[in-house]
């Protein structure tokens, strides 16, 4: 039993799906036995501030629009031409009937100096003194201005009356009047479906209370209370402001056109009280979770975990070389087959990069025979040779030299000849092995001596820069099994290498026209078909960091690029 658990590791799967199943699924039960409460409480302060930020705003716009529709019919009759051109009789049966239409309202027109012109029979209060004084005073041609008259509040609108496009001063003015009472702002509780305890304010400009409703209202910060000041100052928005009393929730917006304030107040405690209890609920959700966890555990073992140990095993048996290992299923969720698959695949994968690598290595330790068989057979038919008929042609030299000077000299020259000729042959067979034109000028030279032997056309481009070693070895051995290639295989009728020095890399490219052939999709295709070359081109570009793109269609020919970046 010890063994057993001692073999139990914190990193074993067993024990991963304890720690992130059960553990965490505890720890938010009882995470949520303690915070339920607190988490129903700000879910529920997001919906109240929502809908008292809505109700706020709705009742704004409801009076707006009837600041609106007044100073919109104001403006029209303004702009009629009974009042423009009509005389004292005609205007004051305009103004008569437009009073009816607008509640009732006050209109008069007076000159600039306040005297009343035409209008119908005017209050104690509406004197000249006091029209003059809201002539002076702001004019409110797009919002009504709120005095006190009559000891009530009042709505004055003063509109200029002038000839259409003149930009003198009025000289008579379209003066309105219409008590705040019309406005029917008691109305505004009753449509705000405010709790019994909730209060409206309405503030204007000059932080005067026009219109406070509710157990509130006896509050003396009514005209400077939370939320007044940023809804003067065009802002809306919720807070919740404790006080003595309790925490209060104020919903504030601006009043568009006037620019006046309107304020919802309610106590958070008549919000909150009908809160849900999860005291009842919290034994059946306990036993919900502790089953969930086990039927979790269950089939994360049954579904995950035999799997994966399945798959390990499997695994395992890749490292030892059965590559068809993992070719049977081992069952679990998809995404477990899935990786199951895609291990078969890389097995299968390994498999031909193995073959394909056996292969490659055969082919080269061939190569190294047949080149090694190739020199001794040159050497053997050709130096050798040469060899010894300069041995035989010195003895007759040493015969003939006191017999026939002349004859002698004849066959020094044909020495000469001969001795030139092996020094070439073996200079070819030296390049062959190690191209001392590369070490010696460098690879633009080297190159352009390669193309000159094969019959290609050779240029280049750029600043001439010289490489590291293994850099230039790597570009002369890609361009001379591709001229290799082109020769023994091309049938071409031109071939050509291109060598460009650019800033940040250089570039080599070996083209021809002869008849191409199909370029395999991956590498392990090339030693497959028998492309030895090719693969060790793209082994050489590989190993300087660079990168070779072999491009050719059947009867269009080939191209060669090497690619590296400095």
Excluded: C
Excluded at 17 to 23: A, M, N
Excluded at 397 to 414: F, K, N, S, Y
Excluded at 509 to 519: C, I, L, N, S, Y
């Amino acid at each position: 039993m010890r063994k057993r658990w001692a073999s139990v590791s914190l990193r074993s799967l067993q024990v991963q799906i304890l720690l992130w199943t059960i553990l965490p699924l505890t720890i938010l039960l009882i995470a949520l036995s303690l915070t339920g409460i607190r988490s129903h409480q700000r879910s529920m302060r997001l919906l109240v501030a929502e809908r008292d930020a809505g109700l706020a705003r709705l009742l704004a716009d409801d009076i707006a629009t009837a600041l609106a529709r007044y100073t919109t019919g104001l403006q029209v009759l303004a702009a009629s031409e009974a009042l423009r051109h009509g005389d004292s009789q005609t205007v004051k049966i305009a103004l008569t009937e437009a009073g009816h239409q607008m509640d009732g309202m006050v209109l008069l027109t007076v000159d600039a100096s306040g005297r009343v012109l035409t209008g119908p029979p005017v209050l104690p209060a509406w004197t000249d003194e006091a029209v003059r004084h809201l002539l002076t005073a702001p004019q409110a041609m797009h919002a009504p201005a709120v005095t006190t008259m009559a000891d009530q509040r009042t709505l004055v609108w003063s509109i200029p009356l002038g000839q259409e496009g003149s930009t003198s001063s009025p000289r008579s003015w379209l003066l309105a009047g219409l008590p705040l009472d019309a406005l029917s702002l008691a109305r505004l509780r009753e449509t705000s479906h405010l709790s019994q305890v909730g209060t409206v304010v309405l503030v204007d400009r000059e932080k005067r209370v026009l219109y406070a409703s509710g157990p509130l209202v006896d509050d003396e910060t009514l005209d400077d209370g939370p939320g007044v000041a940023p809804a003067l100052a065009g802002e809306h928005g919720v807070l919740f402001v404790p006080t003595p009393q309790g925490e209060l929730v104020v919903a504030y917006t601006p009043v568009s056109g006037p620019g006046w304030a309107l304020v919802l107040r309610e106590p958070w405690e008549s919000l909150a009280a009908p809160l849900l209890r999860f005291d009842r609920v919290m034994p059946f959700v306990l036993l919900t979770a502790a089953v969930v966890s086990l039927l979790t555990l269950f089939f994360g073992l049954r579904y995950v975990v035999r799997p994966l140990q399945k798959l390990e095993a499997q695994a395992r048996q890749i490292g030892l070389g059965d590559f068809e290992a993992v070719a049977d299923p081992v069952g679990g969720v998809k995404e477990i087959e899935e990786l199951r698959r895609t291990l078969d695949q890389m097995a299968h994968q390994v498999q031909r990069y193995q073959d394909a690598l056996e292969a490659y290595l055969g082919a080269m330790t061939r190569a190294q025979e047949e080149e090694r068989a190739r020199l001794a057979r040159e050497l053997h038919d050709e130096t050798v040779q040469t060899l010894i008929a300069l041995n035989q042609r010195v003895q007759m030299v040493q015969r003939t030299l006191e017999r026939d000077p002349p004859h002698a000299a004849e066959r020094l020259a044909e020495l000469r000849t001969m001795l030139s000729e092996a020094v070439e042959e073996v200079r070819r067979f030296s390049r062959a092995l190690r191209p001392l034109y590369l070490e010696e000028l460098g690879l633009v030279p080297a190159l352009e001596m390669l193309a000159r032997e094969a019959g290609a056309f050779f240029r280049y481009s750029g600043p001439l820069r010289r490489l590291t070693a293994e850099q230039e070895l790597a570009f002369y051995r890609i361009a001379q099994e591709a001229l290799s290639n082109v020769q023994r295989h091309a049938n071409a009728s031109h071939a050509e290498i291109e060598l460009t020095f650019a800033q940040d890399r250089v570039l080599l490219r070996v083209w021809d026209d002869g008849r191409g052939f199909a370029v395999p999709e991956r590498l392990t295709d090339l030693t497959r078909n028998g492309h030895f070359g090719l693969m060790g081109m793209y082994e050489r570009a590989q190993l300087i960091g660079g990168r070779l793109t072999i491009t050719s269609t059947p009867g269009h020919g080939t191209t060669v690029e090497v690619e590296l970046p400095l």
